[in-house]
C-alpha cells in the first residue's frame, strides 16, 4: 500500500540554525500538507500546498517558514532560524484532491524536531 | 472561532468491551468529520469519516455518530482490543485543512 514517507525521523538542531524536513508523498496525490505536534498537544495545521504555491497557511506559518516541491517526487518545509518554541513533531500529509471538497489525507510518519 | 475539542482525556476500558469516545465541534458548516488513531511515534492513521448529511456511519469495528443539533461527534469501537490502544483525534474537514481536537487516550486492560 502507497504510504508517505519522511525523513529524518528524527532531527536536532540548534537555535537559530536552518532545519529542511523532508517528505515523500503517495505519488498520485496533487495536495500537500504540513501539520505539527508540540507533545501531548493536538496536531495544528501550518500549511496546504497545490499546483506549486500555497493554498492555505496559518498563524504558526510565519516569515520563518518555508515549502517547497524541488521535484516530481519530495516536498518540503524550511524553517530559516528555528526557535525553541518550534520543537515539535512535524507530519506531512497528502491527498488525491483538495479543497473545497474534502478528501482524505495521509500521513506521515512525522520528523521529531528538537532545538535546543 | 473554529474548534474541535474531546469531552475526556483518557479513557480506559476491558478488552472484550465496546468504546465509545466523544467530540464536541463548533463549526456547524464544516462539511465532513474524521476519526484519526495515532500509536505512539507514528502520523495519524484514519479510521473513518461522515458526511454532514448523515448521521451515522459503521466502519470495520467501528462506527460514527453524528449528531449536529448538538454539535457531536462519537466514535464507538466495539469488542475493543489491545491492539486499539492509542490517541484517538476527531477532526473537522474546513476547506482542505483538517482541525483537529485535543485527542482521547484509550488503554485497553486484558
Known amino acids: 500500500e502507497p504510504e508517505v514517507t519522511q525523513t529524518p525521523s528524527h532531527q536536532v538542531t540548534q537555535m537559530g540554525q536552518e532545519v529542511i524536513l523532508r517528505c515523500v508523498p503517495i505519488?498520485?496525490?496533487?495536495?500537500f500538507y504540513w501539520y505539527r505536534q508540540i507533545l501531548g498537544q493536538k496536531v495544528e495545521f501550518l500549511v496546504s500546498?497545490?499546483?506549486?504555491?500555497?493554498?492555505?497557511k496559518s498563524e504558526i506559518f510565519d516569515d520563518q517558514f518555508s515549502v517547497e516541491r524541488p521535484d516530481g517526487s519530495n516536498f518540503t518545509l524550511k524553517i530559516r532560524s528555528t526557535k525553541l518554541e518550534d520543537s515539535a513533531m512535524y507530519f506531512c500529509a497528502s491527498s488525491e484532491g483538495g479543497q473545497p471538497r474534502y478528501y482524505e489525507q495521509y500521513f506521515g510518519p512525522g520528523t521529531r524536531l528538537t532545538v535546543t | 472561532g473554529e474548534s474541535v475539542g474531546l469531552h475526556l482525556p483518557t479513557l480506559s476500558v476491558q478488552e472484550g468491551d465496546n468504546s465509545i469516545i466523544n467530540c464536541a465541534y463548533s463549526?456547524?458548516?464544516?462539511?465532513?468529520f474524521i476519526w484519526y488513531k495515532q500509536e505512539s511515534g507514528k502520523g495519524p492513521q484514519f479510521i473513518i469519516d461522515?458526511?454532514?448529511?448523515?448521521d451515522k456511519r459503521q466502519g470495520q469495528r467501528v462506527t460514527v455518530l453524528l449528531n449536529k443539533t448538538v454539535k457531536h461527534l462519537s466514535l464507538q469501537i466495539a469488542a475493543t482490543q489491545p491492539g486499539d490502544s492509542a490517541v484517538y483525534f476527531c477532526?473537522?474537514?474546513?476547506?482542505?485543512?483538517?482541525?483537529f481536537g485535543q485527542g482521547t487516550e484509550l488503554s485497553v486492560k486484558p
Open positions: 500546498f497545490y499546483n506549486n504555491e500555497i493554498s492555505e
Open positions: 505519488s498520485n496525490h496533487l495536495y
Open positions: 477532526a473537522e474537514s474546513g476547506l482542505g485543512k483538517l482541525i
Open positions: 463549526n456547524s458548516a464544516s462539511d465532513y
Open positions: 461522515i458526511r454532514s448529511n448523515m
